[in-house]
C-alpha cells in the first residue's frame, strides 16, 4: 500500500488550501482513510477522517466547520479542503488508512504516507 499526500503549502491566515492523498496498492472498499497532523511541539493528532465505500465523515472538534475530507473513487484519491485557515493549522499533515472507521488512534492506521507542509501566515 502507498499513500502520498501533497498540496501543501504557505497560506495567510484566513486563506484557503486543498490537500490531496494517492492511494494505491489495494482495494480501500472497507477502509478508512484519515489525515492527520504534527507539529514539533506536539504528538501527531487526528484531523479527519472518511469511510471509503459508505462516504461517512468524522472530524476533530478544532477543525469541524473549517475542513472538508471527501473521495474520489475513481482516482483512489482522498482531499482535505482547508477553509478559514489559522496560524495553530500549521503543521506536517499525513493521510493514512486503516480498516476501521470513526477511531482517531495512531495505532488504528496501519498505513501512512508521507508529510505534506502546510504553513499558515498570520
Known amino acids: 500500500v502507498q499513500l502520498q499526500a501533497y498540496g501543501g503549502g504557505l497560506v495567510q491566515a484566513g486563506g484557503s488550501l486543498r490537500l490531496s492523498c494517492a492511494a494505491s496498492g489495494r482495494t480501500f472498499s472497507n477502509y478508512a482513510l484519515a489525515w492527520f497532523r504534527q507539529t514539533p511541539a506536539k504528538e501527531r493528532e487526528f484531523v479527519a477522517a472518511?469511510?471509503?465505500?459508505?462516504?461517512?465523515?468524522y472530524y476533530a472538534d478544532s477543525v469541524e466547520g473549517r475542513f472538508t475530507i471527501s473521495q474520489n473513487n475513481a482516482k483512489n484519491r482522498v482531499y482535505l479542503q482547508m477553509n478559514s485557515l489559522k496560524p495553530e493549522d500549521t503543521a506536517v499533515y499525513y493521510c493514512?488508512?486503516?480498516?476501521?472507521?470513526?477511531?482517531?488512534?495512531?495505532?488504528?492506521?496501519?498505513?501512512w504516507g508521507q508529510g505534506t507542509l502546510v504553513t499558515v501566515s498570520s
Open positions: 472518511i469511510n471509503w465505500s459508505g462516504g461517512g465523515t
Open positions: 493514512a488508512a486503516g480498516s476501521r472507521f470513526g477511531v482517531r488512534q495512531l495505532d488504528e492506521y496501519g498505513y
